[in-house]
């Protein structure tokens, strides 16, 4: 499984939290919206949603493509995304990422992602040097 996680500095992290809850709980059917997969007005099919739950301070919601789990504390957002392929994990970082930096741009969120390695393979070794 491909992760990526965010840390957001923000006061507001429980409200966030909650809003985009809220925003992900009505995905579902096509969309022309260019932040849920479309271009140029092109229709889109938004992720299947399997499952959401939500508190002030967790998140969970489970898609076709993967998980996002979110938690907030007094000063931060923190988020997760897994998925099974890169191309899944990359759209739910873009739609999740994107949706959030749109609803916080008055405090001027940024969500950068950092990619995890698979923890079932674990760290990749590094390659012998060769003798001369």
Do not use: C, N
């Not at 966030?16 to 992900?24: D, E, K, M, P």
């Amino acid at each position: 499984m491909l992760t990526a996680e965010a840390r957001i500095e923000t006061e507001r992290a429980s409200r966030y939290l909650v809003q985009l809850f809220r925003h992900l709980e009505h995905l579902s059917g096509p969309s022309a919206h260019p932040s849920h997969g479309g271009t140029d007005g092109e229709m889109s099919t938004r992720p299947d949603v399997r499952h959401v739950d939500y508190s002030d301070t967790h998140g969970t919601l489970r898609l076709d493509m993967g998980q996002f789990t979110a938690a907030a504390t007094s000063d931060a957002l923190m988020l997760r995304v897994e998925a099974a392929d890169e191309a899944s994990l990359l759209r739910m970082r873009e739609l999740l990422g994107g949706r959030l930096e749109l609803m916080g741009r008055r405090d001027e969120l940024v969500v950068t992602w950092r990619l995890d390695a698979d923890p079932v393979e674990g760290p990749t070794k590094a390659a012998p040097v060769p003798k001369k």
